[in-house]
DNA sequence: TCCGTCATGTAAATGGTTACATGATTCG
DNA sequence: CGAATCATGTAACCATTTACATGACGGA
């Protein structure tokens, strides 16, 4: 792939999860390169360069994968604003919570979509339990939003 | 509240949903200072400066919170190791599953044993319903992910 | 021809953590 | 007395995003 397809395939399929920005993709793509960890070749189209891994890509990336630590500290708004509830009213935290739902319901939908794309490929079927595991880890966060939306709404007095 | 007060109060309550570094606080309090937004008094048993909020501060904490973004792109490494989920193989995706399962059982109990508190507590009425609702979304959130790692375990065939 | 997409990159700024240094106080 | 905790801060480092600059190609 070439480094933007790379950032559109993220982007497409586990974007809800991880995300990469051309300033991130491109130098790493450069320093891989150098180390041997994948090859590069003009694309066949003629514009841009196709990377490949290679062997002792895979062998680092089953490595880094492994070995990955702790996720980044949480930083979630919708819950430090609700955390502060009290400077901002029952109204507004309750409108809050409205619209975090609305855009789980989209993700809902998303997922859906998501999933049965995934069922229908061929030539995946190694990777489709990994696919649909991840799809499904969306479609349950999204769920339970949801729920809980619907849950803790009612206990906001009016104003 | 001191500086060194306000990191535990952060660890203690929205710890799971936010989380400051003292590199973070002791400057931004500085600033705070500086700008009017808090006041410092040295505290009554004697070492460090208390930080109360200034009523100016108070408004500018409601537009933060109001004005929050989006929250940072997202880095689930459980779901990119999953994504990745061939390389590892069913086995270690399962065990990688059960681990998240497992920590996720321990948060349920801990937001459990912080919902008593907030319930028990007197003279917050008011915060209750916020505080509650925060801990119900970790709630949930957890049990989700139990249920969904109970879902897509027998999934994974064996190696 | 011109617009949208494909494609590659860089520079600066940012936001934040980590590690370290320092010292007072309390409690066993 | 010594260990743990309370308490404050700084410097270095880091990963990353953002914004920008550039240009080729395909199709309307």
Chains 1, 2 share one sequence.
Not at 32 to 50: H, I, P, W
Not at 109 to 115: I, P, Q, R, V
Not at 127 to 132: G, I, L, N, R
Request: charged share 20%; with cysteine; proline share 4%.
């Amino acid at each position: 792939m070439t480094g933007y397809e790379i950032h559109q395939g993220i982007e497409a399929s586990i974007g809800h999860f991880w995300s990469e920005s051309y300033g991130q993709i491109y130098p790493v793509l450069k320093d891989l390169e150098a180390a041997g960890l994948v090859t590069a070749d003009a694309a066949a189209s003629g514009r841009g360069r196709k990377f490949t891994i290679t062997e002792a890509g895979r062998v680092e990336l089953r490595q880094l994968l492994v070995g990955l630590g702790d996720p980044p500290p949480p930083r979630n708004t919708l819950l430090l604003q609700l955390f502060f509830g009290r400077e901002l009213g029952p109204e507004w935290c309750r409108a809050r919570i409205a619209e975090a739902r609305a855009q789980a319901e989209e993700q809902l939908t998303h997922f859906d979509a998501l999933a049965a794309e995934v069922a229908a490929e061929v030539g995946y079927e190694e990777q489709q339990v990994y696919w649909s595991s991840t799809i499904a880890f969306g479609r349950a966060m999204a769920a339970a939003l949801i729920a809980w939306a619907d849950e803790v709404t009612p206990t906001f007095g009016v104003d």
